[in-house]
């Protein structure tokens, strides 16, 4: 059962929003500030482009690839839309809409902005095992991802009292971003600056979001506080 729309508070996520916003912002601006002077030949791309190549194997590339395809940005969309679906027929959950919404649909058009600004071209070459005409950084597949289990680590963290759980449920999480990021390196869609920046918007950008919720919350917590004190 999730919980009922009173119950939903981001207010005490706030200090975490605050902390994930100034790594987040130092970290995405130096990894565009790496791109934009020194291209893919930055020493972080090289060394992860070399191992990337020195790991590959039929089966591990395949594996990689049904994983890639499961979170692709359209596979992603489906899931939201399904997921949104859901809630919508389940009354008493459609208070979560609203951070679904804001978290996967509007972070995935944050990314196509971002895309467009920097139009950064994909990794080129006969080792390149996936092409796509898409701009590069940052990656879709790695944000869309970010976002996706972010919104269900927000679940969490509402729902899971014991620290335990939410410790093994958050390392699931983190490691299926990772190993979505690391595919798109492994495949040569991307170049590994790519993944982190992706990653690194998310974050940057769901933290935004459970400010923003979190001011909603203080709105309307002060409105009811100030409707039980007026005159009847």
């Known amino acids: 059962m999730l919980t009922s729309p009173r119950r939903l508070a981001f207010r005490p996520l706030r200090p975490v929003a605050l902390g994930l916003l100034c790594l987040g912002v130092p970290g995405f601006v130096a ?3 790496l791109v934009s002077t020194q291209g893919h030949l930055n020493a972080l791309d090289v ?15 395949q594996a990689l690839l049904v994983i890639t395809h499961l979170h692709s940005v359209m596979a992603i969309s489906v899931y939201t839309a399904g997921l949104s679906v859901w809630l919508i027929f ?7 809409l609203l951070p679904l919404w804001l978290f996967v649909p ?16 994909r990794p080129t070459g006969d080792d390149v095992l996936l092409t796509l005409a898409t ?9 869309a991802t970010t976002l996706l289990y972010g919104f269900f680590a927000l679940v969490v963290l509402t729902h899971v009292p014991r620290p335990l759980w939410r410790g093994v449920l958050g390392a699931v999480a983190l490691l ?26 998310a974050l940057v950008w769901m933290a935004l979001c459970v400010l923003g919720l979190s001011v909603r919350d203080q709105g309307a917590s002060t409105r ?5 004190i007026s005159p009847r």
């Open 47 to 61: 060394q992860a482009t070399d191992w990337a190549r020195q790991l590959r194997s039929p089966a591990l590339t």
């Open 176 to 201: 299926i971003i990772a190993v979505v990021a690391w595919s798109r390196v492994y495949l040569g869609v991307h170049f590994f600056t790519d993944v982190l920046a992706g990653v690194l918007e």
């Open 106 to 121: 509007a972070g995935a058009v944050l990314n196509v902005l971002m895309k467009h600004g920097f139009e950064r071209p």
């Open 90 to 96: 389940k009354r008493q959950h459609r208070h979560w």
């Open 135 to 143: 701009f590069s950084f940052p990656s879709g597949h790695a944000s």
């Open 224 to 228: 009811s506080s100030l409707s039980s």
């Open 31 to 33: 990894l565009a500030w």
